[in-house]
T-cell receptor, first 116, second 114 residues
Framework: SAVISQKPSRDICQRGTSLTIQCQVD?????MFWYRQQPGQSLTLIAT?????????ESGFVIDKFPISRPNLTFSTLTVSNMSPEDSSIYLC?????????????FGPGTRLTVL | GDSVTQMEGPVTLSEEAFLTINCTYT??????LFWYVQYPGEGLQLLLK?????DKGSNKGFEATYRKETTSFHLEKGSVQVSDSAVYFC?????????????FGIGTKLQVIP
């Protein structure tokens, strides 16, 4: 299993500023992801955070807007840069543990971001 | 591409009522199917899963059966409790895809009143 914590749990930010969200896992994991959950919508994968190399971004997401760090196997940060009201969302960190057929995806409690 | 459609909420039930939350999917082949639950202030937690047709996933009194013929994975519980109040997400992972390919539904909020 895995227990994930995120900081901050929520924030209200001004347009044009940046916010860095931290994700801490209680065990070493290989697979770590960042998701966005916009109001009334399902979860959308932003990127896979790779330890020791650049993150892998999904279509529609770019490194300049969402830079990600993954310095080790238990920690990652996601920065939301030059924010606009459209970035108001819940941002979720997620990891996968276990091996095939017993693997399980875990999620952090989320960071609720409001951009004014 | 793959998609998951689940009933929109909120769903409000009295305690001990029967629960059904519908979920249908579109995908090629035989994806793995999941139900996640998100309690207030917490992250999504895996509730149950099924990896092949006719499999039944079950946990905490909840059940869902993988129906290939109707491409459905409806969540059911015979008698809900106030503590079941949460948001429920249906999801699929394609057979040939990793977790990067997981597709989630929009979530159904369940409120159980005493």
């Amino acid at each position: 299993s895995a227990v994930i914590s995120q900081k901050p749990s929520r924030d209200i930010c001004q347009r044009g500023t940046s916010l860095t969200i931290q994700c801490q896992v209680d065990s070493q994991v290989t697979m770590m992801f960042w998701y966005r959950q916009q109001p009334g919508q399902s979860l959308t994968l932003i990127a896979t955070a790779n330890q020791g190399s650049e993150a892998t971004y999904e279509s529609g997401f770019v490194i300049d807007k969402f830079p990600i760090s993954r310095p080790n196997l238990t920690f990652s940060t996601l920065t939301v840069s030059n924010m606009s009201p459209e970035d108001s969302s819940i941002y979720l960190c997620s990891v996968v543990t276990g091996v095939f057929s017993t693997d399980t995806q875990y999620f952090g409690p989320g960071t609720r971001l409001t951009v004014l | 591409g793959d998609s998951v459609t689940q009933m929109e909420g909120p769903v409000t039930l009295s305690e001990e009522a029967f629960l059904t939350i519908n979920c249908t999917y579109t995908a090629t082949g035989y994806p793995s199917l999941f139900w996640y639950v998100q309690y207030p202030g917490e992250g999504l937690q895996l509730l149950l899963k099924a990896t092949k047709a006719d499999d039944k996933g079950s946990n905490k009194g909840f059940e869902a059966t993988y129906r290939k013929e109707t491409t459905s994975f409806h969540l059911e519980k015979g008698s809900v409790q106030v503590s079941d109040s949460a948001v429920y997400f249906c999801a699929l992972r394609p057979l040939s895809g990793g977790y990067q390919k997981v597709t989630f539904g929009i979530g159904t909020k369940l409120q159980v009143i005493p």
